[in-house]
């Protein structure tokens, strides 16, 4: 199946039920905030090398966490027990999203490119693009950063700067998000890591229910 090509000079994406198997649904156009804003209200995100053309994806079966069904394991609870930990939002969003993206570069590599870092930096600065820090006993343990649209979450990447650090701000984070009424934290691929905490596949019906929750917002 073609893949779409997405036209310069206007802001549209396909019907995301044309997406390939793969979930890969069109190729080309830009990271402006409009752009960005219409992909993720529509279940669609970037996700690209660095130096080739944007590439977007739209998966049929979504994998997410509902913010109530997180999973603490008996080791974060020791954790817990033990330290003083402390959630903050928006600390230095751009140093947040680095931090992700050097600790990718030094484990398996990184679709963070300086591109994504200044494009995800302009939907920060309009109040979409949002990050997250635990802090242990004072000291940054770790954190994350997404989009964040009415009451969906889209995330995007966490690093970990002590043991279980990505995990603790999930954790406290997915928990906050409970309390204001999210409907989901979209993970966009699985991983085990995730599935752990809670994370399981959605069918394509129950995923798009779930998005009305960001059209809501104005979007």
């Given at each position: 199946?073609?893949?779409?090509?997405?036209p310069?000079?206007?802001?549209?994406?396909?019907?995301?039920?044309?997406?390939?198997?793969?979930?890969?649904?069109?190729?080309?156009?830009?990271?402006?905030?409009?752009?960005?804003?219409?992909a993720?209200?529509?279940?669609?995100?970037?996700?690209?090398?660095?130096?080739?053309?944007?590439?977007?994806?739209?998966?049929?079966?979504?994998?997410?966490?509902?913010?109530?069904?997180?999973?603490?394991?008996?080791?974060?609870?020791?954790n817990?027990?033990?330290?003083?930990?402390?959630?903050?939002?928006n600390?230095?969003?751009?140093?947040?999203?680095?931090?992700?993206?050097?600790?990718?570069?030094?484990?398996?590599?990184?679709?963070?490119?300086?591109?994504?870092?200044?494009?995800?930096?302009?939907?920060?600065?309009?109040?979409?693009?949002?990050?997250?820090?635990?802090?242990?006993?004072?000291?940054?343990?770790?954190?994350?950063?997404?989009?964040?649209?009415?009451?969906?979450?889209?995330?995007?990447?966490?690093?970990?700067?002590?043991?279980?650090?990505?995990?603790?701000?999930?954790l406290?984070?997915?928990?906050?998000?409970?309390?204001?009424?999210?409907?989901?934290?979209?993970?966009?691929?699985?991983?085990?890591?995730?599935?752990?905490?809670?994370?399981?596949?959605?069918?394509?019906?129950?995923?798009?229910?779930?998005l009305?929750?960001c059209?809501?917002?104005?979007?």
């Open positions: 199946m073609p893949v779409y090509r997405l310069n000079q206007e802001i549209v994406f396909p019907d995301p039920l044309l997406a390939r198997e793969d979930g890969l649904l069109a190729v080309g156009g830009d990271l402006c905030v409009e752009r960005l804003l219409l993720y209200t529509n279940g669609i995100f970037p996700w690209y090398e660095p130096g080739e053309e944007i590439l977007w994806w739209c998966p049929n079966r979504r994998f997410v966490i509902i913010p109530e069904e997180i999973h603490e394991s008996h080791s974060m609870k020791k817990r027990k033990k330290h003083v930990l402390q959630l903050v939002w600390r230095d969003f751009a140093d947040t999203m680095h931090r992700c993206r050097m600790k990718r570069e030094h484990a398996e590599g990184t679709w963070i490119s300086d591109e994504m870092e200044a494009a995800y930096g302009r939907l920060h600065q309009a109040g979409y693009a949002v990050s997250v820090e635990v802090y242990e006993d004072g000291v940054l343990a770790g954190g994350l950063y997404g989009v964040s649209i009415g009451t969906c979450f889209f995330g995007e990447s966490m690093f970990s700067e002590k043991e279980n650090g990505s995990k603790a701000a999930l406290l984070f997915a928990r906050e998000l409970e309390r204001l009424g999210f409907c989901m934290i979209d993970c966009q691929f699985h991983t085990q890591h995730l599935e752990r905490m809670g994370g399981r596949y959605v069918s394509w019906e129950s995923y798009r229910t779930m009305k929750g059209r809501k917002s104005g979007q």
